[in-house]
């Protein structure tokens, strides 16, 4: 399976942008337990979980710092993840990665992913 992050950028606080993931190697609506997240990692922190959502069926979580701002969403004809993200702040410059696996349960630790994309840059201007 291999992850592709775009859509990364700068933007002025208060801004919005859009993060694509596009999967291929496989077709994750044949995954039972397929989910797809969204993390990330800001310089000298620690990876965090920002938000992921159940292949079928669609069910969302997302981390309480975005929730009501940040929104995801897939695309099951193109094997895409999207995340919305709305008002953006300063401290949430970070890299934003993409990842997915088969998971039981709130997907809502690094740990619980088996594929990872590249990251992509979002920077956030005061």
């Known amino acids: 399976v291999q992850l592709q992050a775009f859509g990364g950028g700068l933007v ?8 694509s993931c596009a ?7 044949s ?18 979980f920002v938000a992921a959502i159940k ?9 309480d710092s ?3 701002r ?3 969403s897939r695309d099951n004809a193109k094997n895409t ?7 953006l702040e300063p401290e949430e410059t970070a890299v934003y990665y993409c990842a997915c696996g088969n998971i ?15 990251g992509t840059q979002v920077t956030v201007s005061s």
């Open 31 to 48: 995954f039972v337990m397929g989910v797809m997240g969204w993390f990330r990692q800001a310089p000298g922190k620690e990876r965090e």
């Open 12 to 19: 002025q606080a208060g801004g919005s942008l859009r993060l």
């Open 55 to 63: 292949w079928n069926g669609g069910t969302t979580y997302y981390a």
């Open 66 to 68: 975005v929730k009501g």
């Open 81 to 87: 993840v999207y995340l919305q993200m709305n008002s």
């Open 104 to 118: 039981i349960g709130r997907p809502m630790q690094s740990r619980q992913y088996d594929y990872w994309g590249q």
């Open 23 to 29: 999967a291929s190697g496989h077709t994750f609506s």
């Open 70 to 72: 940040f929104t995801i």
